[in-house]
């Protein structure tokens, strides 16, 4: 089974600087329910691992993140998209839970709930505590420039990777760069083609 572990937040939909806390906050980045629907063509099962602290912080409830997640998967679907499964942490900062990235809980539970482990699972998200969370769960990781990585852009390719170790020093080892969801599944895609 080819298995992908994305962000939500910044890597799917607009990242907001409070939360999306209603479907009407909830809007799909450009390219990206389009990318989600070749990555899922080419074989791949797609799950979401994301961070909703609202819930523990008191500014949304469960019945809010449930209709977001119905709206984003009704646009998936018109796109010709699926994602398989969404693992939140519905915790807040200090309740100091295991699952709350960059530790690596929500990646633990995908592992369980696929039996598989995760060497070749590829995490990817705009966050940094994203590809944290994954490389502690063991996955190859990728940072997309959108969202909180977004100040990053134009930054990624050769001769760069001197200043992006000072902007990102705790960037896990061997993490790979991408302008966006779009542009990661162009690079998943074409390991694909190469090793078949």
Known sequence: MKLLILDRDGTINRSRDDYVASPDEWEALPGALEAVARINQGGWRVVLATNQSGIGRGLFDMASLNAIHAKMHRQLAAAGARVEAVF???????????????????????????????????????ALRHVQAGAAAGCPTHLLLTGKSEHLRGRAG????????????????????????????DWLLAQDTATS
């Open 88 to 126: 939140f942490c519905p915790h807040a900062p200090e309740d100091g839970c295991h699952c709350r990235k960059p530790e690596p809980g929500l990646f633990e539970q995908i592992g369980v709930r696929f039996g598989m482990t995760l060497a070749n699972v590829p995490a990817a998200g705009n």
């Open 158 to 185: 050769p001769g760069a990777d001197a200043e992006l170790a000072m902007l990102l020093p705790h960037l896990p080892s061997g993490t790979r760069l991408h302008e966006d969801l779009p542009a990661f599944a």
